[in-house]
């Protein structure tokens, strides 16, 4: 008897009841996007506000929960939010270092290069999604279209590119924040109040 009351105190020691943080990175990324989006189409400027929010809750919250995903072990999780905790805090290096005279700033072909190789990285986490809900698909479909068209207004200069990447920013962000807030009121009222 002894035996079995043992055994069940180590299964209960190993089963992993500690909170989604899924939620938590879908957040961060939501309204961090949201916020730069606001910049590229053009209501807002590029200001302190925006470099902390990439450092902090962009960036070290998604790090933070890609983390989490690891010990649940949920490798999407931890690649995509791992992934773009660090897309944030490099986004912030990149005014950043140039601002203390550590580095060039970056011409609009280096940033064009740089958000390149991360759509080569969401286009890859995108095929991933149609194993996955519908959401979750349209919503990495949003983050990829927005850094083509990022991607295409650094090459070209057309500012009404730069423009519509501003609001498909802020759409792909809303449905990320859409999902980590409806993930959050579900699991609080203990029942599905919205569809995520």
């Known amino acids: 008897m002894d035996h079995i009351e043992e055994k069940n105190r180590n299964n209960l ?3 992993d009841n500690t909170a ?4 938590f990175g879908l957040c961060a990324f939501g309204t961090t996007t949201i916020l730069l989006s606001l910049h590229n ?3 807002t400027d590029l200001t302190s506000p925006i470099i902390a929010m990439a450092l ?4 070290l919250a998604q790090l933070i929960v890609g983390i989490m995903e690891w010990k649940k072990n949920n490798t999407f999780g931890m690649v995509t939010f791992g992934s773009f905790g660090l897309f944030w805090i490099s986004f912030a290096a990149i005014s950043i270092l140039p601002a203390l ?4 700033a970056p011409t609009a072909v280096d940033l064009a290069a740089f958000l390149s190789v991360w759509g080569l990285l969401i286009f890859g986490l995108f095929i991933c ?15 990829l279209l927005l850094v083509v068209l990022l991607v295409a207004a650094n090459l070209t200069g ?4 730069h423009t519509l990447a501003g609001v498909t920013g802020i759409v792909a962000g809303a449905l990320a924040l859409y999902m980590g807030v409806g993930a959050i009121i ?4 203990g029942r599905r109040v919205l569809p995520v």
């Open 13 to 15: 020691f190993l089963m």
């Open 20 to 23: 989604n943080p899924a939620p």
């Open 41 to 43: 189409a053009g209501i």
């Open 56 to 59: 902090f809750y962009g960036g």
């Open 101 to 104: 005279g550590l580095a060039a």
């Open 129 to 143: 999604t149609l194993k996955m809900h519908r959401l979750l698909q349209v919503t990495l479909a949003a983050v």
């Open 158 to 161: 057309i500012h009404l590119i």
């Open 186 to 189: 579900n699991d609080v009222f």
